[in-house]
C-alpha cells in the first residue's frame, strides 16, 4: 500500500549536443562585483553529451539530472544532481489521488469564478494544469515568485551576466547549472543561449561571471503556495480554518506588495520547511509523504515529483479527511 520515495527516470541520447563545462571560475553577485584573485585556477572546457536524464524527456525532471559527456581526447566526463545534505528523513508516499478540481473561486483570494488555468507545481518545473485561480494570483507569483523556486529546483546560479577579454562591458552568459562529479566536485553547466562573442571571451584566459541575488524568500513563498493549492487539491476544498486564512493572507499581501519592496516571512511561513529528496524524479507526482525523521517523530509533507517535499501547511486535522495511513 505504501511506495517508497523511489523510482526510475527515463534516459535519452542526445549525440553531437555540446556544452560548456566550468569548474573554479571567478564570480561576483549583483551586490558585489569583486573578481577572485589573479591566481586562481580556472578549468573550461566543452564536451559532447552522449547521454543524459533530464527535462528533454520529460518535464519535471532537472536539467541534466545526470549526464555523460565525451570530452576532447575520448575521456569520459560524468556529472549529476548533489545528494541533498542536512537532517536525514525518510519519507513513504501515502495512496492519495491529486485531480483537477473548480472550486468555484480562487483558493488564494476567494474571487469567484476565477478564469486562470493554475500548474501545480508551477510549470516551469513540471507541474499540470489542476484548477483555475483569479490572473492576479496566477500571474504575479508566476513573474515574481516562481522563478526564484525554479532556479532553487534547478540548482540554477540563474541568467549571468559575463565580462572578459577587449569585449567591452558584461554580456549575456546563458543559464549556468551547478552539478557534481561522482568524486563530489562541483560543475558548472552552461544551458541556453550566451553573447556571440562568448568564444572570444573564454580565450582571453579570464572571465568574470554576475550572478543574480537569489531572494530565499520568494522561494519560500513559491513553495508555499505550491503546497497549500495541493492541499486545497487533496481535501477538494478550501478550508476556512485560521491557519488557512493565515497563509492566504501571506501570499495575498506579498502578490500585492511593490515590485521593489522589501518584506519579511511570517514565522507561520518560516516554520514550514522545503526539503528537496535524493530519490530519482517521478515528473508529475504529486503525493502525500509520510515523514520519518532520525530522531523518531513522525511527520506529514507534500511531495511534488519526488524531487522536493513541502511541510503539510494547513491544520494537521486536515490529514483525517485526505488519508488515514496504514502504518
Not at 502578490?255 to 515528473?283: C, K, M, N, Y
Amino acid at each position: 500500500m505504501l511506495a517508497e520515495m523511489s523510482a526510475a527516470s527515463g534516459k535519452m541520447s542526445q549525440p553531437n549536443r555540446t556544452t560548456n563545462v566550468w569548474s573554479n571560475v571567478s564570480t561576483a553577485t549583483e551586490e558585489s562585483e569583486e573578481a577572485r584573485p589573479d591566481d586562481e585556477r580556472r578549468f573550461s572546457t566543452r564536451g559532447v553529451i552522449k547521454t543524459v536524464t533530464g527535462r528533454g524527456t520529460a518535464r519535471g525532471i532537472p536539467e541534466l539530472h545526470q549526464v555523460a559527456m565525451e570530452m576532447e581526447g575520448g575521456t569520459v566526463f560524468e556529472a549529476g544532481m548533489p545528494t541533498p545534505g542536512g537532517v536525514e528523513a525518510t519519507g513513504r508516499l501515502l495512496p492519495v489521488n491529486v485531480e483537477y478540481f473548480d472550486f468555484g473561486e480562487c483558493p488564494i483570494c476567494l474571487e469567484p469564478n476565477p478564469s486562470s488555468r493554475e500548474h501545480v507545481p508551477p510549470h516551469s518545473i513540471g507541474g499540470n494544469v489542476k484548477m483555475l485561480t483569479c490572473e492576479r494570483c496566477n500571474n504575479e507569483f508566476g513573474s515574481r515568485f516562481e522563478p526564484q523556486l525554479q532556479a532553487w529546483y534547478e540548482l540554477s546560479l540563474g541568467r549571468v551576466r559575463i565580462a572578459g577579454g577587449d569585449v567591452p562591458g558584461r554580456r549575456k552568459g546563458g543559464e549556468y547549472i551547478v552539478r557534481v562529479t561522482p568524486e563530489g566536485q562541483p560543475v558548472l553547466f552552461q544551458v541556453g543561449q550566451s553573447d556571440p562573442n562568448f568564444d572570444r571571451m573564454i580565450q582571453s584566459g579570464r572571465i568574470e561571471f554576475t550572478i543574480p541575488v537569489f531572494n530565499d524568500k520568494a522561494f519560500r513563498l513559491a513553495a508555499l503556495k505550491s503546497a497549500y493549492l495541493a492541499a486545497c487539491l487533496m481535501l477538494r476544498e478550501v478550508p476556512r480554518t485560521e491557519r488557512a486564512e493565515a497563509i492566504r493572507a501571506e501570499l495575498m499581501a506579498a502578490r500585492d506588495r511593490p515590485r521593489d519592496g522589501a518584506f519579511e516571512l511570517t514565522p507561520l511561513a518560516q516554520s514550514i520547511q522545503v526539503s528537496r529528496t535524493a530519490a530519482d524524479p517521478e515528473p508529475g507526482e504529486i503525493a502525500l509523504v509520510h515523514m520519518t525523521h532520525g530522531d523518531g517523530a513522525a511527520t506529514y509533507a507534500i511531495g511534488f515529483n519526488r524531487v522536493f517535499a513541502v511541510d503539510w501547511p494547513l491544520d494537521p486535522f486536515n490529514l483525517l479527511r485526505v488519508e488515514t495511513p496504514d502504518i
